[in-house]
């Protein structure tokens, strides 16, 4: 009752899921305000419009159990092969590579989704969200983003002022690419209050009598319920012509909200409460858990059955599916509970952990998990039994819960002594797991404790690795370099590390020192396969980073060579060097390497190292001049690359998205972009310097362009990218007039051209050579070596800049004119028009604009833009979100081959309506 605006806007959102795709709703409000029964008739009415549910519900005890929230989800599905295809795939794996096994865990997910969302519209609900467990938030982040086109809406509930990270960060991460609205359930107005009192009571009643069960209740609709009814059943009401009113005066009535949910419980015979009580210490229990709810209780277990029974009958506990029993409402639940009193509760947790444990020394089944939990509610401070199950449980589930996992530990070290040598064992395991979840910033501290205590050995060097690893990916390199270098001044430490260590000299500025461990390293000796080809591929990065690709080629073949035939590590060091190459513009060894990684991963069934491969098959569909497949690409990789927090990865996609949407023209989506922080990686970050320094010449900042690229040169020009730099300088400075200064600069970088062994940086080097001296011979090279190199848009730029420095190059131009159009490079597709005018030449017609290619929705997108709209005002107006509308555009330009808004309103300007 009362919530029927609520449930009209939520029903109109999941309307709006066909045409916008992923819609997100979320519901907050305190307890009992009526969060569960909206959800509820909501389920019901979507239903009704055949759209496909799937509800979950989580509590206290769910927030434990990894997955679980995921998994109640798809159960809730009738039973068919997908169904339990992405069952099968939630079952917890200890000895499966995490990345492998939550790569698939995520895909069967996302294959749900997407079959379930083919033919009609499919709903997700969530109740409670804020207890809902970290295992399956992170799982949910990523399938919602990967299925964010889908027609399907999100639909959860919290607690208002929730301060669960884990959900917020699920509804921040999702907002990027879908629409989230907020709605907080307010009291019930006065009106609603006396509907739910007059059902209560089946009378109706009188304003004074609903004006008071208001204010006791302040309009919380469950507490309205159950104030009415302890009324009731306290003779506190009477009629008085067939309408109900008060038999005493309000100032009489002692009926708080509390006391009135207490009453429920309040008449129970001793013995039904005492098992009351245990039942709210365990949450949730199942039948076959009645003997053990028996000797919590403390009570002969005929007596805890006929108890049970009455609980049910009270309506106290219901049943709920095929998870047990439950309390009707969890307020009744945490009202028991908090009443038992700190003491009491700890007690009963003990006794329930103490009967667990003994099962478990009988050799009969017990729930882990469900132990652990009950331990460290009740364990006092120094309890080593206690710590050694967390510590298991931890263990247990570090290879495919490791938020789980973090959690255990934590709890495990808070029960330990400062002094305790099992602290560095757990600090440790706490490191490892939060690196394993991806949560670098938090896997530090630990790390660096445990380092405190660690002997020299295999686990100290894990512990060293990852902690330098994620004081690596949060920008702390100063930092790593530093560890790195005691790691390696304590002695013995292995060859992996001390590789990680050269590589991090080279982001400190420190290339000599760089260069001169390089041949140290590949002298150490190799413990293993799988440190041969993490050497290796350091190797190569290091290589790489220094532009020395022919070496950086030769160093990826030996990671190969080092992986001995393992299907695991030939794919690792398939996938990296991929990434790595491809960086460096090394097309055809890259696609090699990637096309025979994503079949091997394919014929292992491997999930590993997916943010590697995306990164080099998206950077060779932008190198090779695919870009639309290059954009469709980001859009499907994206999510996965940010969930594993692979941020040179990222940094990679990011970095072409703005180079495709600068030289496309859609400075509107450019923006956006160029707005994010810029990578951290030393080599993706100049990388993104000159396409930022692009977006900046097309807004028309030129000087600040300038500045940028200056800025990202540095000292020495061996570095990563720097001939792309000063190449975009030295063209700047000659069209400033600037000659002289354009040519030292080409001296410059003609001093270092000897070393420029990719294909990439040899067609710059010979472009802008070409151009600064006007020299057609050069600018032919430059053609021929992007042409082999497979650098199809550096080829089109050679070939426009060949065009215009020699009047006999007219086949060459249309070539690069075509080139452009086909690529959406207009600004460069007109400079290549411009100068085919100039020499008499005919230019190739454009594809038309035919009319009725827009959608409906693209359409009304269109004339938006048309009207001189801001997307965000779009959005508004048309309910969506703003990176909808982002989506809608670039579609609308490439169909329209336009690159700008004034060029769209021209476009629509001359289509009939």
């Keep these: 009752m009362g919530r029927e605006p609520e449930l009209r806007a939520v029903l109109d959102c999941a309307d709006h899921a066909p045409a916008t795709g992923l819609v997100v709703v979320q519901v907050t409000g305190e ?36 997955y679980g929230a995921v998994v109640a989800l798809i159960r809730s599905l009738p039973p068919d092969k997908i169904r339990a295809e992405a069952l099968a795939a939630l079952e917890i794996s200890v000895t499966e590579d995490s990345g492998a096994w939550f790569g698939r865990a995520c895909d069967r997910v996302v294959r749900l989704l997407t079959e379930l969302t083919a033919t009609r519209p499919a709903a997700l609900l969530i109740d409670d969200l804020d207890h809902v467990d970290d295992d399956s938030l992170a799982l949910l982040t990523l399938v919602l983003r990967r299925v964010s086109a889908a027609p399907l809406v999100l639909i959860t509930t919290s607690r208002s002022h929730t301060s669960e990270p884990g959900a917020e960060s699920l509804l921040d991460r999702v907002e990027q690419h879908a629409e989230v609205v907020r709605i907080d359930l307010a009291p019930l107005s006065g009106a609603d209050v006396t509907r739910i009192v007059e059902a209560v009571l089946q009378t109706p009643v009188d304003e004074g009598l609903a004006r008071e069960v208001r204010q006791r209740s302040d309009g919380n609709p469950f507490f309205v319920t159950e104030i009415a009814r302890s009324l009731r059943e306290l003779d506190l009401v009477t ?25 429920r419980v309040a008449p129970l015979e001793n013995d039904t409460r005492l098992v009351a009580r245990a039942v709210a210490v365990f949450r949730r229990v199942r039948l076959d858990q009645i003997s053990l709810l028996a000797r919590v209780a403390s009570l002969p277990e005929e007596t805890v059955v006929a108890a049970f029974d009455e609980l049910l009958r009270a309506h106290i506990v219901v049943h709920d599916d095929d998870r047990g029993y439950r309390f009707s409402h969890a307020l009744v639940g945490e009202a028991l509970y908090h009443e038992v009193g700190p003491a009491q509760r700890r007690h009963l947790h003990s006794l329930i952990s103490a009967r667990l444990l003994d099962d478990r020394a009988q050799g009969l089944p017990v729930d882990l998990l469900q132990l652990a939990w009950h331990l460290a509610e009740s ?14 449980a931890a263990a247990q589930a570090r290879a495919s819960a490791p938020e789980t996992a973090a959690a255990l530990c934590a709890r495990a070290l808070q029960l330990l002594p400062r002094n305790a040598p099992e602290r560095a064992e757990l600090l440790a395991l706490q490191c490892r797991v939060l690196a394993r979840a991806s949560r670098p910033a938090s896997a530090i501290d630990p790390g660096l404790a445990a380092l405190e205590s660690l002997e020299p050995g295999q686990e100290r060097t894990r512990v060293a690795t990852a902690v330098v690893s994620s004081l690596f990916s949060v920008g702390r390199t100063a930092e790593a370099i530093e560890l790195a270098d005691e790691e390696v001044a304590r002695g013995g430490a292995p060859a992996s590390l001390q590789a990680q260590r050269a590589v991090l000299l080279v982001y400190n500025n420190r290339h000599e020192d760089a260069v001169a461990e390089v041949a140290r390293v590949e002298a150490l000796p190799l413990s293993s396969p799988a440190e041969g080809v993490i ?10 980073l220094l532009f020395q690709h022919d070496r950086t080629v030769e160093y990826a073949n030996r990671a190969l060579a080092c992986s001995d035939g393992q299907p695991m590590l030939e794919l690792q060091a398939l996938s990296v060097c991929a990434s790595i190459t491809a960086l460096a513009g090394l097309v055809h060894d890259a696609s090699w390497r990637v096309r025979r990684a994503e079949e091997l991963a394919g014929q292992v069934g491997s999930h590993g190292f997916r943010a590697e491969r995306a990164a080099s098959r998206i950077a ?19 999510p996965d690359v940010e969930a594993a927090q692979a941020d040179q990865a990222l940094g990679v996609l990011q970095t072409i998205e703005l180079s495709i949407r600068t030289w496309r023209g859609e400075l509107d989506v450019a923006a956006r972009l160029a707005s994010l922080p810029a990578p951290q990686s030393v080599n993706v970050s100049r990388l993104h310097a000159v396409t930022l320094a692009e977006y900046l010449i097309a ?9 940028l690229l200056a800025a990202n040169v540095g000292a020495r020009l061996e570095s990563a990218y720097s001939c792309l730099l000063v190449a975009r300088m030295i063209e700047l400075d000659l069209e400033r007039g600037r000659s002289h200064e354009a040519q030292d600069a080409l001296d410059r970088l003609s001093d270092v051209s000897s070393t420029r062994v990719s294909p990439w940086s040899r067609t710059t080097i010979r472009r802008i050579g070409g151009v600064v001296r006007r020299d057609p011979t050069v600018l032919k090279e430059a053609v021929s070596e992007a042409a082999l190199g497979g650098l199809e848009f550096e080829k089109a730029r050679a070939q426009l800049a060949l065009g215009e420095v020699s009047d006999d190059e007219v086949p060459v131009l249309v070539e690069a004119y075509t080139a452009f159009q086909r690529l959406g490079a207009h600004g460069l597709r007109r400079q290549a028009g411009n100068r085919l005018r100039a020499l008499g030449a005919k230019v190739p017609r454009a594809r038309s604009k035919a009319p009725g290619l827009l959608t409906e929705a693209e359409e009304n997108v269109a004339r938006l833009v048309q009207q001189g709209m801001r997307n965000r005002d779009i959005a508004a107006a048309l309910h969506y979100s703003p990176r909808t509308i982002e989506v809608y555009l670039s579609r609308i330009y490439a169909k329209l081959h336009v690159s700008s808004r004034l060029e769209l309103a021209r476009a629509l300007d001359a289509k009939p309506r």
């Design 31 to 66: 307890p009992g305000i009526g969060k569960t029964s909206l959800l509820a008739e909501i389920a019901r009415r979507l239903k009704e419009r055949h759209v496909g549910v799937l509800a979950s519900a989580s509590d206290v005890l769910g927030k434990r159990i990894p």
């Design 239 to 263: 009629l008085d012509g067939n309408r109900a009113r008060l038999a005493v005066s309000p100032e009489a009535i002692r009926l708080t909200r509390r006391e009135a949910l207490l009453r």
């Design 379 to 392: 364990a006092a401070p120094g309890d080593r039994a206690a710590v050694s199950v967390l510590t298991e």
């Design 535 to 544: 050497v290796f591929e350091h190797l190569a990065m290091l290589t790489s």
């Design 620 to 638: 060779l569909d932008w190198l090779g001049g695919h870009w639309d497949t290059a954009l469709d690409g980001i859009g499907r990789w994206l």
């Design 699 to 707: 807004r028309g900042d030129v000087d600040e362009a300038y500045a």
